[in-house]
């Protein structure tokens, strides 16, 4: 079987059939909640604004009071520390004890310090120095006037407490960075000293590297000189042995002069064998090729020939010598390359003398130097450790005499700081608006859930009716 479909009029006709019962529930409901709301004791906030000003505390660090002093602005920290000391059962304490002091009336309406202590909402504004500081109290407690005076009065003694605690803690550190201070005049004036002591032993680290790079440049200088030296010691040993050489080539005399003249003997002799080559000739014309006597004269010729050969050297001659200019221009040229080796070993060897004194020098200045530096950079650090010391307990000092009101910055003079670093921007007013019971905001949900409450009675009613 199909189900109706159900259309907005049939729910409308459901609430038109059931009007009377929805309007009765948003009546009892709405009633109820009114009468309920204003028989709810009327509560009243008071609220005040204050302003804090940087470094009321010593917990801070001098590098952040100098940034925070001059800049005008106050740390987290602080602001979370002021905020919590709102809180503190101690200081509620004091709020009441100095209202009952004072007979003020209607103290004897104040709820219990745990009771305030719930009720105070302490809130820092964010971005700002500022904390707002507000309390609520019903009419049985005092209501509006009371809250405000309670309020004025709990940022009052907070202010009393924060400068009394500077105070006394600016005091006590005074006395104490003084002690401190003195006793480090002492041990830097020591320091000084043991420095000056030092350095009239051994000088200035700027002299030591002077010293250092002075000798280093000797060094090089000697080494470069004894290069130098050594290449001329090798050339010239070069030149003698290309000189010997040359030496070997050239004699050491030479031929000046000669006379020549023939060898009369030899003359004799070809002369001779001359007469007998004509007698040939002349017995072949005479008596043919076949005559004895040619036969004896052709011996002769033989004969006479081979004494000819005997007779070696044609002429006789007579030689005159002398020294070479050559042979004389090398050897000379020997002689100087002989001295100027002779020189260069000599030279050499006083740089290897200079040499050996400038490394031994050297390595005693390279060896005495790091033990040198470390005294004198102990020495130093320690006087700089001193000199940091001073600056911070310094910074301290200042920072104690502008808690306590002793010193000026741009003219104006801290005591004029307000009291425990917090001034009040806006103090507490009586409020004649309670902020509880909020009655029309009751109403309104009441309206709601009377007629939420109403429908769904309804459409429960129709839902049953339907089924039987």
Partial sequence: ??????????????????????????????????????????????????????????????DNLFQSMFSGGANRTEMETINRWLLTESLLHSVIENLEQNKMRGVEYFPSVGVLKRRIHAEIVPDTRWISVSIRMTEQ?????????????????????????????????????????????????????????????YGMPNLWYERLSQKLTERRDVVEQREQVYAALSNSEIELDKLQKELENYPELVEYSRTISD??????????????????????????????????????????????????????????????????SLLDSKINAEINILRSKNRLQQYDTRLEKVDGELAQLISSIPETQFKFNQIAKEIDSLYDMSRELYKQKIEAQMLMGRSEYDGSNLSNRPK?????????????????????????????????????????????????
């Fill in 141 to 201: 407690e005092g209501g509006e006037r009371n809250a405000a005076i309670f309020i004025n009065n709990l940022v009052e003694m907070l202010q009393n407490v924060l400068d009394e605690e500077q105070s006394s803690e600016a005091q006590l550190r005074m006395s104490v960075i003084k002690k401190e201070l003195d006793a480090l005049k002492v041990s830097l004036s020591e320091q000084e000293q043991k420095l000056l002591a030092f350095m009239k032993q």
């Fill in 1 to 62: 079987m199909a189900q109706k479909e159900v259309h907005l009029r049939d729910y409308l006709a459901v609430i038109h059939k059931h009007d009377f019962l929805v309007f009765l529930s948003f009546l009892i409901i709405l009633g109820s909640a009114l009468i309920v709301g204003l028989r709810i004791p009327k509560t009243y906030e008071a609220s005040t604004l204050i302003l804090v000003y940087p470094n009321t505390n010593f917990n801070t660090p001098s």
């Fill in 420 to 468: 425990g670093g917090i001034s009040v921007v806006d103090k507490a007013q009586p409020q004649k608006i309670p902020v509880s019971p909020r009655l029309l905001f009751i109403a309104a949900i009441a309206t709601i859930a009377g007629i939420a409450i109403g429908l769904g009675t309804a459409f429960m009613l129709d839902y049953f009716d339907n089924i039987s």
């Fill in 263 to 328: 060898n009369p003997l030899w003359i004799k002799q070809v002369t001779d064998l001359d007469d007998i080559e004509v007698k040939i000739a002349d017995t072949k014309a005479r008596l043919g090729p076949e005559s004895p006597d040619l036969k004896g004269l052709e011996a002769q010729k033989h004969e006479r020939e081979a004494r000819l050969q005997n007779y070696i050297n044609k002429t006789t001659y007579s030689i005159t010598h002398t020294l070479s200019p050559t042979h004389l």
